[in-house]
């Protein structure tokens, strides 16, 4: 069960709001009267605020959301969702975040099984597939990942679509996020 303890559309009310409650989640629109989700994220940071921050917009630019994400927002989810999906996207944040505690016993064997089948999926790829997908995760555009791995720009757009497809997902920020969730990165 979720519970609002606080509304705001400006980020320096954000920042009154943090120093006055103790908050689990932030819910936040890309851009405000003052400034936009960056600055949020920035001072979630530099006030080493340790909250996950769930993009909620009517934006679907995928670009913009992988960006977002890398930035340190901890999901992504658009307004023309319907509310079961949205309610799973806060609730899979939730479990990860929380490690489950405030969660019922069905909720986390099904997150703990889609965890499960997510690993196997991804030790189904080929060692030059876990190359590609490793620099897909650190930020690298397709050009710069061709270069690095001395390969050809269009097979590096293939195996990033053969990646997605053996992964099923339908989407760069849904590759992004699960390749997040699964892979430990060296940095």
Do not use: C, W
């Not at 400034?35 to 769930?54: F, Q, R, S, T, Y």
């Not at 890398?70 to 975040?97: C, E, M, Y």
């Amino acid at each position: 069960m979720f519970e609002v303890s606080a509304y705001s559309n400006n980020k320096n009310e954000i920042n009154e709001i943090m120093n006055q409650q103790e908050i689990d989640l932030v819910i936040s629109e890309i851009n405000y009267k003052d400034g936009n989700v960056k600055d949020v994220l920035k001072l979630l940071k530099k006030k080493e605020i340790n909250v996950p921050l769930v993009i909620f917009t009517s934006e679907s630019n995928k670009n913009k959301s992988v960006d977002l994400l890398k930035f340190g927002a901890s999901g992504f989810i658009t307004k023309n969702l319907r509310k079961k999906t949205i309610k799973d996207v806060i609730q899979d944040v939730a479990l990860t975040k929380y490690e489950s505690k405030n969660l019922d016993k069905f909720t986390r064997l099904k997150n703990r099984f889609s965890y499960d089948y997510n690993t196997e999926k991804l030790n189904s790829l080929s060692k030059r597939e876990l190359e590609v997908l490793n620099l897909f995760l650190r930020g690298k555009r397709n050009i710069e990942i061709s270069e690095k791995l001395n390969i050809n720009q269009k097979t590096v757009n293939t195996y990033i679509t053969r990646i997605m497809k053996k992964l099923e997902v339908n989407s760069k920020t849904d590759l992004y996020l699960l390749a997040r969730k699964h892979i430990k990165q060296p940095y």
